[in-house]
């Protein structure tokens, strides 16, 4: 019974959260926790945005039902996003390990930049680590960056964390402008950026680490 009414409670969250997005409304669950007492209040605001993401197709045990939210990048959690290890062809995009990141200042290894600038994405029902994402700072411009975890890819999550980070960035900076780049290659990443609203206005090469790549600029408009 209790598994039929959970079922009830997700299916209407969902149809709710899409409404939210297509008409540009934030939308707030934040789970709080008291002794014995375990419950999710909605609220419309943009604290933490927390959606329901359905992915039915696999039948893997990382939950298919889920929600998530944005919460400070831990040190711990700098740890664990360098040892991710993508497969081919994203086995470029692969951070240093710890020990060069912290020694050298690198992104999230330095703690004034992790606190400033890095989210990272969690599990709301277990608090599990399943991205980060970046908000960095560019005079009129907040660029945005993101990454899921390996096994999360593919499951039709970047859209919804995309339209996340795009809701936090307004709430950061209202009247700036919200852009992000992308290698030209990458069209999955490419297509999930469509999806939630942004459009490609610039190309050209620039430095990685991984030696001069071809870059789109992709800046999101609201729809």
């Known amino acids: 019974m209790l598994y039929v009414i959970s079922n009830i409670f997700n299916s209407f969250f969902y149809k709710i959260q899409h409404l939210f997005l297509l008409f540009d409304l934030p939308l707030c669950a934040i789970e709080q926790t008291k002794p014995r007492k375990r419950y999710l209040v909605f609220f419309p605001t943009i604290i933490i945005e927390a959606l329901t993401i359905y992915d ?4 893997d045990p990382i939950p298919t039902d889920i929600l998530l939210r944005l919460e400070p990048l831990t040190e711990q ?12 062809p994203y086995e470029l995009f692969r ?6 990141m912290a020694k050298d200042g690198l992104e999230f290894g330095d703690p004034r930049i992790r606190e400033e600038q890095y989210l990272a994405v969690r599990t709301a029902h277990n608090g599990q680590l399943v991205g980060y994402v970046q908000l960095f700072p560019m005079d009129r411009t907040l660029r945005i960056g993101m990454g899921l975890r390996p096994d999360c890819c593919d499951r039709g999550w970047g859209t919804i964390l995309a339209a996340m980070v795009v809701k936090e960035a307004q709430r950061r900076q209202p009247d700036a402008e919200i852009d992000l780049e992308v290698e030209r290659w990458n069209k999955r990443a490419i297509r999930v950026y469509e999806k939630a609203g942004f459009t490609i206005t610039d190309e050209y090469e620039r430095r990685a680490s991984h030696g001069t790549v071809n870059v789109l600029c992709m800046v999101w408009h609201n729809r």
Do not use: A, L
Not at 95 to 100: A, M, Q
């Open 95 to 100: 951070w240093p390990n710890w020990e060069s």
């Open 77 to 88: 959690d700098g740890q664990t996003i360098c040892e991710w290890r993508y497969p081919s």
């Open 56 to 59: 039915t197709e696999r039948s």
